[in-house]
């Protein structure tokens, strides 16, 4: 971001971080945990519970002095498609409620214009791009079926080779 002084279009943000931070701190670290695991897992990290809220607290500062300095409009999708369950993040409704509703409000706590883009992928895309009025590079349809099959790609490499993949992005298990 800093290296784009011109403007950039981002798909997420330092606020998008805090936001998973904080809903984390709410809803726990897996918030698909039922019952008694659920109350394990808040025990184990007990003594780590004032320090991770004052990080939290210390990082929601700096992400909201960048995020008011950094952002001239936001594009808010709504929650509007069912949760992929993709194994790499453990989520559920009521986190992603909870992200949602920490999003918005900080949006307009810190006054930063945003439009809120519903449908379909295509339909979302065609509304982003008239709405900052930039160039096509190619038809919106071509372009949401060449990212779906890459989707499918990585998603196969993954499956095939998962433990292969992940050492090599992360190093040893």
Do not use: C
């Not at 960048?66 to 194994?87: C, M, N, R």
């Not at 949006?107 to 709405?131: D, F, Q």
């Not at 499918?152 to 993954?158: H, M, Q, V």
């Amino acid at each position: 971001e800093t290296m784009l002084q011109s403007g950039f279009v981002s798909d997420g943000s330092a606020l998008h971080e805090w936001v998973y931070g904080k809903a984390r701190l709410k809803v726990g670290l897996n918030p698909n945990d039922k019952g008694f695991q659920r109350f394990m897992s808040r025990i184990r990290l007990l003594p780590y519970t004032i320090p991770m809220a004052e990080f939290i607290g210390g990082y929601e500062k700096l992400v909201k002095a960048h995020t008011a300095k950094s952002y001239d409009l936001f594009i808010h999708l709504p929650i509007e498609f069912p949760i992929v369950q993709d194994g790499h993040r453990p989520v559920n409704e009521q986190f992603r409620r909870l992200s949602n509703d920490y999003l918005l409000t900080t949006i307009r706590e810190l006054g930063i214009p945003y439009i809120e883009t519903g449908g379909s992928v295509a339909e979302r895309i065609t509304k982003i791009v008239a709405h900052l009025n930039v160039p096509l590079v190619m038809p919106v349809e071509e372009a949401v079926s060449l990212a779906q099959e890459e989707t499918k790609r990585r998603n196969s490499l993954e499956m095939e080779y998962g433990d292969k993949l992940k050492k090599q992005r992360y190093g040893s298990l």
